[in-house]
């Protein structure tokens, strides 16, 4: 079954602790990316990979890293989590755009993260 | 810079109701995409449709149809016959330009639909 799978689904944790959320696809998807789903804003891009080794930007990266290192798995690395990244995240992975973007992304089920 | 608005946080409706989401955008980018994803209580995001910005054609699937009219950027979601398992968070999303890799996706606030028996 296609799908994207997160780990863990469910995060309490404390200021300061470092912490990776998982995200992997077999799609063989070269295009992935971390969104945060916060009241009364959507969801706002954090991070996104064009390839392995090829990662960007978005909106908010504050506060975030990631890596690419396999073309299956972006994990989200949060170095030191303050309670502002409490939040829904979630991962998504589609085929390589083209320069006008436009394929459908595949979605993760969420992590539900709350920093104490 | 791109931009999509839900001005309706959340409607309330009678099953078998229809109903109307909104969902205006704003992009400089002559080819771009739209979308709609839909967020039942379960909070898996769902993929309901995309258009391209050449398409002004309607589309209906079953009770769901799309009005995207690129004169008065508007992508709006008609919902026929609401039922209860409608109940969920609508989000209109937009993609396109060089501007934050491409497949970008532009997220509105999302509308809340509540369907009651």
């Known amino acids: 079954e296609a799908q994207v799978t997160q780990n863990p689904r469910y995060l309490i944790t404390v200021t300061g602790k470092k912490l990776t959320v998982t995200c992997s696809q077999n799609m063989n998807h070269e295009y992935m990316s971390w969104y945060r789903q916060d009241p009364g804003l959507g969801l706002r891009q954090i991070y996104y990979s064009m390839n392995v080794e090829v990662t960007d930007k978005g909106d908010v990266p504050e506060g975030y890293k990631v890596s690419r290192k396999e073309k299956r798995n972006f994990p989200l690395i949060l170095e030191s989590p303050s309670p502002n990244q409490t939040s829904l995240y979630f991962c998504?992975?589609?085929?390589?755009?083209?320069?006008?973007?436009?394929?459908?992304?595949?979605f993760g089920p969420g992590t539900r993260l709350t920093v104490l | 810079a791109q931009k999509v608005t839900q001005a309706q946080t959340e409607i309330s409706v009678v099953e078998k109701e229809d109903v109307t989401l909104d969902c205006v955008y704003e992009t400089r980018d002559t080819t771009y995409y739209l979308f709609w994803y839909k967020q039942p209580p379960s909070g898996e995001l769902v993929f309901l449709i995309r258009r391209n910005s050449f398409d002004e054609q309607n589309e209906i699937s079953g009770r769901y149809s799309w009005n995207f009219q690129k004169s008065t950027s508007s992508f709006n979601f008609t919902i026929t016959a609401s039922q209860v398992v409608d109940s969920a968070v609508y989000f209109c999303?937009?993609?396109?330009?060089?501007?934050?890799?491409?497949?970008?996706?532009?997220f509105g606030a999302g509308t809340r639909l509540a369907v009651h028996p």
């Open positions: 998504a992975s589609s085929l390589s755009p083209g320069l006008a973007g436009g394929y459908e992304q595949f």
């Open positions: 999303a937009l993609s396109g330009g060089f501007s934050g890799g491409y497949n970008k996706l532009i």
